[in-house]
């Protein structure tokens, strides 16, 4: 019989457990999440999510060579999504818990794409506490979270490399909350290299700044008015289509950053010096 094992990830405040995982699938999170993975003990979970097996309704249909990675809604099921490998949809009667149905193909790796649906799951979380996630690389400079945002290959991870030696808050998926004082960066563990290494950064940090960044000739910092600033920080947040209900909470909360200065738009050349940048914006 195979073994069934639980896993909790642990992000700030928050704490997702994952439950029904195979020895193999456990193994592969604790590599991938690391020192994220919090112990047994903890308490009563933020989220929960029950993985099963071999369950296919509605998979995505394999996808074209060249194609990006498909994350759907489901129609008329809100907080319910489909991919190639996986659906997500929420238990009925549980504000916070979900079913996972992995696919039996072996295209993708399960631990990858239990993550793919851990981050829905985060972004959910942040929504319900006040704030959102965004398609964004994070780094911690002087204390304060800062976050470099933009959609897939608009150059958030080169320029989160060229950011260095500021600490990486998770390289391709941001989280902002709110607190009395102000807002924070939750630090993640989702991170394109897939794995994490054991002295990596946790927990939450004042926001310094979100940056969406721009590939130019030359670098600079370009401030914007209050509205086109919210108009272009909706447009870099994550999974906004699955949860409907939430659209005009987030364009608040897109207004409010924007309103207090807290965006602006990141136009880096090839030889920037981003850590220098960013020190700059402290």
Same mark, same amino acid.
């Given at each position: 019989?195979?073994?069934?094992?639980?896993?909790?990830?642990?992000?700030?405040?928050?704490?997702?457990?994952?439950d029904?995982l195979?020895?193999?699938?456990?193994v592969?999170?604790d590599?991938?999440?690391g020192p994220?993975?919090?112990?047994?003990t903890?308490?009563?979970?933020s989220a929960r999510?029950e993985l099963?097996?071999g369950?296919r309704p509605g998979?995505?249909?394999?996808?074209s060579?060249?194609?990006?990675?498909r994350?759907?809604?489901?129609?008329?099921?809100?907080?319910a999504?489909v991919?190639y490998?996986?659906?997500?949809?929420?238990l009925?009667g549980h504000?916070?818990?979900?079913r996972?149905?992995?696919?039996?193909?072996?295209d993708?790796?399960?631990e990858?794409?239990?993550?793919n649906?851990?981050r829905?799951v985060v972004a959910?979380?942040?929504l319900d506490?006040?704030?959102?996630?965004l398609?964004a690389?994070?780094v911690?400079?002087?204390?304060?979270?800062?976050?470099?945002a933009? =959609?897939? @290959? !608009?150059?958030k991870s080169?320029?989160?490399?060229?950011?260095?030696?500021? $600490?990486s808050? %998770?390289?391709d998926f941001g989280?902002?909350?709110?607190?009395?004082?102000?807002?924070?960066?939750?630090?993640?563990?989702f991170?394109?290299a897939?794995r994490?290494?054991?002295?990596?950064?946790?927990?939450?940090?004042?926001?310094?700044?979100i940056?969406?960044v721009f590939?130019?000739?030359?670098t600079r910092?370009?401030?914007?008015? =209050?509205? @086109? !600033?919210a108009?272009s920080?909706?447009?870099?947040?994550?999974?906004p289509? $699955?949860?409907? %209900?939430h659209?005009?909470?987030?364009a608040?909360?897109a207004?409010?950053l924007?309103a207090?200065g807290?965006?602006?738009?990141?136009?880096?050349?090839?030889?920037?010096d981003?850590?220098?940048?960013?020190?700059?914006q402290a």
């Open positions: 019989m195979k073994s069934v094992e639980s896993r909790t990830l642990a992000l700030g405040a928050w704490r997702v457990r994952f029904g195979d020895a193999a699938l456990a592969g999170l590599a991938r999440w994220f993975i919090g112990p047994p903890d308490p009563e979970p999510v099963v097996r369950d998979l995505l249909p394999a996808p060579a060249g194609e990006r990675y994350i759907e809604p489901v129609p008329g099921q809100p907080r999504i991919s490998g996986f659906t997500l949809a929420p009925p504000a916070c818990a979900w996972l149905a992995l696919g039996d193909s072996d993708e790796p399960a990858r794409r239990v993550e649906a851990a829905f959910t979380l942040a506490a006040g704030g959102f996630a398609h690389a994070g911690l400079v002087a204390g304060r979270g800062y976050l470099l933009g =959609p897939s @290959r !608009a150059g080169t320029a989160w490399q060229r950011s260095r030696p500021a $600490a808050l %998770g390289d989280v902002v909350v709110p607190s009395e004082q102000d807002w924070r960066v939750v630090a993640v563990p991170d394109n897939e994490v290494e054991a002295d990596a950064v946790r927990g939450s940090f004042p926001l310094g700044r940056l969406r590939q130019a000739e030359r910092v370009e401030e914007l008015s =209050p509205l @086109r !600033a108009a920080l909706v447009g870099v947040a994550a999974f289509w $699955a949860v409907p %209900g659209a005009a909470a987030l608040e909360r207004q409010r924007a207090g807290r965006f602006a738009h990141l136009h880096f050349a090839r030889d920037a981003l850590y220098g940048v960013l020190a700059a």
